[in-house]
């Protein structure tokens, strides 16, 4: 977790730059993050490959199957092996996305701010102060298998919105993350629009993103990530059950890095 630390190398850097000191520290951490996108990037495109394969091995085990094919069962092989590298890929990617993720006690006034904020809508929301993590229940702000924020939901949002444009978060970015149970997207209208947990996480993140720039939050300080079902917080049931705890939207508030 060397880059989670670096981020939060120290109050005094948790609080932008006000020594010469920091501004080295920084400037490495800048340098591993770019190494860490570029090979993220790397990973995703390796992951895209991978799956185009996938989907190729699997339509000819459909026509092997079909027509009694010899070579079935060693397709089936090569399937059952392509998938356990994309998982192991999958999340690989993952961690190293959360490890871009950093982590750190809030200034007392913001985080003052953000615990008033939890209690009011705490139907819903949750805010854990050690780490500047405000998380959204998915299941109170999304219908099952959607990426519409719903009506009900959206004035938590826009409240939260009102606190990141405050002058005590102004220096700070505010990364959405996107997380799922790890039950199968099956119904063919939603797999059209959502392919995988991968994609309704990250959609969904996106959705809250755009209201968040809808109410004036800076686009320079926002980004997105999209976790599907590789970071739950408590095992889902057995069989592709899920569990309603690991769908969620987390929002990392964290120093701007320049």
């Keep these: 977790m ?12 948790s609080f932008i730059v006000l020594a010469s000191g920091c ?20 990973l995703e495109s390796e992951l895209r490959t991978a799956e185009l394969q ?13 027509t009694g094919g010899i070579d079935a069962q060693a397709l089936r092989e090569k399937i059952a092996a392509l998938e356990a590298d994309l998982a192991k890929k999958k999340e690989l990617i993952a961690s190293m996305q959360e490890r871009l993720l950093g982590v750190t006690p809030l200034p007392i006034e913001l985080s003052t701010k953000l615990e008033d904020f939890a209690k009011q809508h705490s139907d819903m929301v949750t805010y854990d102060a050690g780490r500047g993590i405000v998380k959204f229940k998915s299941d109170l702000l999304f ?53 995988s947990n991968w994609h309704l ?16 939050v800076n686009a320079e300080r926002l980004s997105v990530r999209g976790f599907g079902e ?4 408590v095992p889902n049931t057995p069989n592709k059950k899920g569990n309603a705890q690991n769908r ?3 929002i990392y508030i964290i120093p701007t890095v320049t």
């Design 201 to 216: 996480s990250a959609h969904r993140a996106i959705s809250v993103l755009q209201i968040m720039a809808g109410n004036n």
């Design 143 to 195: 219908d099952l298998g959607s990426d519409q924020v719903a009506a009900s939901a959206a004035g938590a949002i826009k409240a939260l919105c009102d606190i990141l444009n405050s002058e005590e978060a102004k220096k700070f970015d505010v990364v959405v993350a996107g997380h799922t149970d790890d039950i199968p997207i099956e119904k063919p209208e939603t797999r059209v629009k959502h392919p």
């Design 23 to 42: 501004n080295g520290e920084l400037k490495d951490l800048r340098i591993q993050n770019d190494r860490q996108q570029k090979r993220i990037a790397q």
């Design 54 to 66: 996938l989907d190729q091995w699997k339509r000819q085990l459909a026509t092997a199957e079909a």
């Design 230 to 233: 590789y970071r739950p917080v």
């Design 248 to 250: 969620r939207v987390e």
């Design 2 to 13: 060397q880059t989670v630390r670096l981020l939060g190398v120290s109050l005094v850097c």
